[in-house]
């Protein structure tokens, strides 16, 4: 398979893999910040990759890391993840509940493989970001002014800040790139050695658990 073909020259080239972050992930099929529901294609391309595509690169990488007696993995995971958020998010039906269900299940994944690879010496530990300013959230917010008509005028940027942030967030702001990998390095050091099964929140206070 391709991840195996890209663990093996990892290998190749640097001797051994001691890290894995898992961070490809998608809110839905194509088209999802336009829709109000979900589709079956949102339910399968949502875990296809944010769910089996963790899964595959830990099997990929497992076994080396087992003979190593070290590694550091590490999967993106969401605060959506956390506990249910309800429906009916500003007139915009259910088409986020495949994502919130898909980082549940990472969550969950990242405390078995905790488990199940501890006495080998690999900590397993997954990040769950807050909300970020990203090309698919204005695509969210703009759908947000359209569904809602008490939101008519304002700017996609002013809807993230008011309604993703301010209302949501104790600290008041949202999250940066910079944030979230500040976090994956910490889970990736030697800072880490007795941390593991965990899934950390870096969400401004969005959720408390």
Not at 18 to 28: C, E, T
Request: hydrophobic share 40%; aromatic share 8%; proline share 4%.
């Amino acid at each position: 398979s391709d991840i195996e073909n890209f663990r093996d020259k990892t290998i190749n080239k640097f001797g051994k893999i001691d890290i894995l972050v898992s961070n490809a992930g998608v809110i839905g099929a194509e088209g999802f910040a336009e829709r109000k529901n979900y589709s079956k294609k949102d339910w399968d391309d949502t875990f296809d990759v944010n769910v089996i595509g963790v899964v595959n690169s830990a099997d990929a990488i497992v076994d080396h890391m087992k003979n190593n007696k070290y590694g550091k993995i590490v999967n993106i995971a969401s605060h959506g993840g956390r506990k249910p958020r309800g429906l009916g998010d500003m007139h915009r039906g259910n088409v986020q509940t495949p994502y919130l269900v898909s980082k549940a299940a990472v969550i969950q994944y990242t405390h078995l493989l905790a488990i199940e690879l501890g006495s080998f010496n690999i900590n397993v530990n997954a990040v769950c970001p807050g909300v970020i300013w990203t090309p698919i959230w204005r695509a969210i917010a703009e759908n947000h002014i359209e569904q809602n008509p008490n939101l008519k005028g304002m700017d996609p940027k002013e809807v993230f800040d008011e309604l993703a942030v301010k209302a949501r967030t104790p600290l008041g702001r949202g999250q940066t790139p910079e944030d979230i990998g500040k976090t994956v390095a910490f889970f990736a050091s030697e800072d880490s050695s007795e941390i593991t099964g965990q899934a950390l929140n870096v969400n401004g206070g969005a959720s408390l658990n």
